[in-house]
């Protein structure tokens, strides 16, 4: 995970605009979610789980980085997914992943 986006999800926590852990799912299923990060080393059935909701309900996710590095950048132990739910935010951590 880059430096861009490691800053852009830390101002997403301080901001209040980003849910972890069973939260994930619940912001999908309401159409909170505008974009869910998760990260490369989590088990193929917890990847699975997310992807499909996420592709029911239309919304876009990115694979990107390692538990320990998603961990640090929200400042709780032991996350595998997080859900951004700024449009704004969600946009500009895109952006910073493609380039």
């Known amino acids: 995970m880059n430096n861009k ?4 999800l830390g101002i997403a926590c301080r901001a209040r605009k980003v849910v ?3 939260s ?11 974009l869910v990060l ?12 997310i992807q499909d909701k996420c ?10 980085g390692t538990a320990k590095e ?6 709780q132990p032991r996350r595998i ?8 935010l969600a946009r500009a951590i895109q952006d910073a992943v493609m380039k």
Request: charged share 20%; net charge neutral.
């Open 5 to 8: 986006v490691l800053g852009l």
């Open 38 to 49: 998760l990260c490369s080393d989590c088990g193929s059935n917890a990847q699975k789980k």
């Open 81 to 88: 997914a997080a859900a951004i739910l700024d449009e704004g």
């Open 55 to 64: 592709r029911f309900y239309g919304v876009e996710w990115i694979v990107e």
């Open 20 to 22: 972890t852990g069973d």
């Open 24 to 34: 994930v799912l619940a912001a999908v299923r309401q159409n909170k979610a505008k």
């Open 70 to 75: 998603l961990s640090a950048a929200l400042g």
